[in-house]
């Protein structure tokens, strides 16, 4: 455990909070984030989730921007559902994604883990673009990587981040159950 990971820590637990509650300040403690664990993972030679975080980095100006034009006169972000054909489609992608990825770090680099990385690489990439455009599909993506990241940190002695991740899975389930209530 090291300081930046516990600066980090802090910054992702609330960061989702906000993010479950549908809030805009949700992005502020998000850019502050994945800019540190861009550097724990780099260290950690974790490149798929190091790479991820500068996505990360992008992908929450846009949903800053798209959760700002989209809020309604009470406050509140809306929540869509996907239909099942675009569901399908993410699906598959997602899952041709991770084994495209997945072989190209195992591959190309000296990645501790590229298979397991490169998935929850992949899921999260999907999954931030979902909650980007705020669809409730973004929260069984999240719990699938919160399930496969917990093991990979702790693997890495990344503990705090584990635990962080565990944190992770419960509000993604609140996440879920929220969005669910109030999508349109």
Excluded at 15 to 29: A, C, D, E, G, I
Excluded at 37 to 65: C, H, K, M, P, T
Excluded at 111 to 126: E, R
Excluded at 140 to 157: E, S, T, Y
Aim: hydrophobic share 60%; proline share 4%; aromatic share 14%.
């Amino acid at each position: 455990m090291t300081p930046i990971e516990a600066v980090a820590t802090l910054l992702g637990l609330a960061n989702v909070t906000l993010v479950v509650r549908r809030s805009l300040w949700n992005y502020p403690f998000a850019l502050a984030m994945v800019s540190l664990y861009a550097v724990i993972f780099l260290r950690e030679r974790l490149y798929s989730d190091a790479l991820l975080q500068g996505f990360y980095f992008v992908v929450n100006g846009y949903g800053w921007w798209n959760w700002r034009r989209a809020k309604a006169d009470a406050g509140e972000v809306p929540v869509v559902l996907l239909p099942d054909r675009a569901r399908i489609a993410w699906g598959i992608g997602a899952v041709l994604a991770a084994l495209g990825w997945g072989a190209l770090m195992h591959r190309m680099t000296d990645a501790a883990f590229p298979w397991w990385d490169g998935t929850i690489a992949v899921l999260s990439i999907v999954a931030q673009i979902l909650q980007s455009r705020r669809a409730w599909e973004c929260w069984p993506l999240w719990i699938a990587v919160d399930l496969l990241a917990i093991p990979l940190f702790l693997v890495k002695g990344l503990y705090l981040t584990a635990g962080l991740y565990c944190l992770f899975l419960a509000l993604s389930v609140w996440g879920a159950i929220d969005w669910n209530k109030a999508r349109a």
